[in-house]
């Protein structure tokens, strides 16, 4: 199955601004140093999208000598420190952004998502499943999602199920779920309730080459030849180069 995992960005807003001048020969105000510190971080993350590595750190940097008690800097750094290949460091940036910003849900689910990413599942679990619970928090479907992958990838079906479901009470037609739990039905021999789930993904998006190689296999599993080579000619004729065109193929001459 597709990874699900949401582009990694800060949704808590940066200020724009440029930061204050202080007065000639006199120091900084810790105000003016956090907003310095907040405006190098929004240009150490904008450096970063735009590729240039080398700028993105001198700002970031800069930016937690001014004020390392701020989340969103803790986060930058784990973004561009991942991006640099240096798991040390990244791992204890987001590790302190998710120390300073625990009542922070968009924190909590970009922390997990590192986590998930390099193999610690049970925190990362842990971390989106509060972000999801939070007040807060607009789009629990999503950390609930997330929380779904994460333990599915560790071997936890049973868990990963119920997160799904859990993403399905906040959003009905959330597609990542629904094809989510299409898939896990079918692994379980349950392809009733599979077709049913692929259904309703179906109705939601556009099928696509995934979704068709799926649904072929739950109807083969259902016994429902015309459904199938359905599902079989949509995905030759509209997916021909994927590889879920190809293994449909293997499938196909291995049943002759």
């Known amino acids: 199955m597709k990874r ?29 140093r956090a907003q310095a510190a907040l405006v190098n971080t929004q240009l150490g993350l904008t450096y970063m999208r735009q590729g240039n590595l080398q700028a993105a750190r001198e700002k970031i940097e800069k930016a937690l000598e001014q004020n390392p008690r701020t989340a ?5 750094a784990g973004f561009l420190y991942d991006r640099l290949g240096d798991e040390r460091k990244a791992l204890s940036h987001f590790e302190e952004a998710a120390h300073l910003g625990k009542e ?3 924190v909590l689910n970009n922390v997990a998502v590192y986590l998930c990413r390099k193999g610690d599942k049970k925190r990362g679990v842990s971390y989106f499943l509060q972000a999801a619970e ?11 999602t997330n929380a779904g992958r994460c333990a599915r990838a560790d071997g936890r079906t049973k868990e990963a199920e119920q997160y799904f479901r859990n993403a399905l ?13 299409a898939d896990l039905q079918h692994e379980a021999g ?22 068709l190689w799926l649904g072929y296999r739950i109807e083969r599993a259902l016994g429902d030849a015309v459904q199938a080579r359905d599902y079989a000619r ?23």
Do not use: C, H
């Open 134 to 144: 939070s007040p807060l928090y607009r789009t629990p479907e999503v950390a609930y």
């Open 4 to 32: 699900l995992w949401f582009p990694i960005a800060l949704a808590t807003a940066l200020l724009l601004a440029g930061p204050p001048m202080a007065a000639a020969g006199k120091s900084m105000s810790r105000e003016e």
């Open 104 to 106: 922070n849900p968009d």
């Open 234 to 256: 949509r995905l030759t004729t509209g997916f021909a180069d994927s590889a879920q065109a190809s293994l449909l193929l293997e499938a196909e001459q291995a049943s002759k």
């Open 72 to 76: 969103e800097t803790q986060m930058a």
């Open 190 to 211: 349950n392809n009733l309730s599979a077709r049913a789930f692929l259904q309703r993904y179906n109705a939601a998006v556009t099928p696509t080459a995934e979704s």
């Open 169 to 181: 009470a906040a959003r009905s037609d959330l597609p990542d779920a629904l094809l989510q739990l």
